[in-house]
């Protein structure tokens, strides 16, 4: 156990709805990640939050968004599923000013 | 082309082989080199952690980063079928927020 803890572990859903990823970081770590892996495009960057704000944005659709909470777990929602979004989606949490992730079991997406 | 390049792969070896993994980068502003090894419905977790050029051995592992060449090498000795997963290869730059940049990772099948 890394102590990143993601819900669901695996989630079905039909195009063009909206679900909600959860992810609580490690203790004592300020920044969350959110990565997205498929077979053709690897893992791929999406945001960073930091102590509640956001810190950096990387290929991030649109139709997504996320936040951290005052009490630092983050949610990263979808909307407007399409096929393509069927991938492993990981959070990861850093402590400060740390490069070192910590990533969780990840959450498994399919969209029909 | 991508930041980071990585062969998927699969490798496929014997127990007690000696196992060489690799990646090449084009940014020269990575100063930070990782690896993170990922088992099959898992998420990532670091293996080996390197800043700037250099070897680094921890047990049958060792890190090495040749920045001149602009690339990172992972051998692992002794491989036993428990190493068996796939490797990514992490890079970040000195300041700013650290995000690291992930090869899309090489499959290793130690066979008994």
């Known amino acids: 156990d890394s102590g990143v803890t993601q819900t669901p572990k695996h989630l079905i859903t039909a195009t063009g709805q909206r679900v909600t990823l959860r992810c609580s970081p490690r203790s004592g770590d300020l920044s969350v990640y959110w990565y997205q892996q498929s077979l053709d495009q690897g893992l791929q960057f999406l945001i960073q939050?930091?102590?509640?704000?956001?810190?950096a944005k990387g290929n991030i659709l649109e139709r997504f968004s996320a936040q951290q909470f005052p009490d630092l777990h983050s949610e990263l929602n979808l909307s407007s599923l399409e096929l393509g979004d069927s991938a492993l989606y990981f959070c990861?949490?850093?402590?400060?000013?740390?490069?070192?992730?910590?990533f969780g079991a990840g959450s498994r997406l399919t969209v029909l | 082309q991508k930041e980071v390049e990585q062969d998927p792969g699969p490798l496929s070896v014997p127990e007690g082989a000696i196992v060489s993994l690799n990646c090449t980068y084009s940014?020269?502003?990575?100063?930070?080199f990782m690896w993170y090894r990922q088992y099959s419905r898992k998420g990532p977790e670091l293996l080996m952690y390197t800043y700037s050029s250099g070897n680094k051995e921890d047990g049958r592992f060792t890190a090495q980063v040749d920045k001149s060449s602009k690339y990172i090498s992972l051998f692992i000795r002794d491989s036993q079928p428990s190493d068996s997963a796939t490797y990514l290869c992490a890079m970040a730059r000195s300041g700013g927020s650290y995000i690291p940049t992930f090869g899309r990772g090489t499959s290793l099948i130690v066979h008994p």
């Open positions: 990861a949490s850093s402590g400060t000013g740390a490069n070192v992730l910590t």
């Open positions: 940014n020269s502003a990575f100063q930070y």
């Open positions: 939050y930091y102590n509640g704000e956001e810190r």
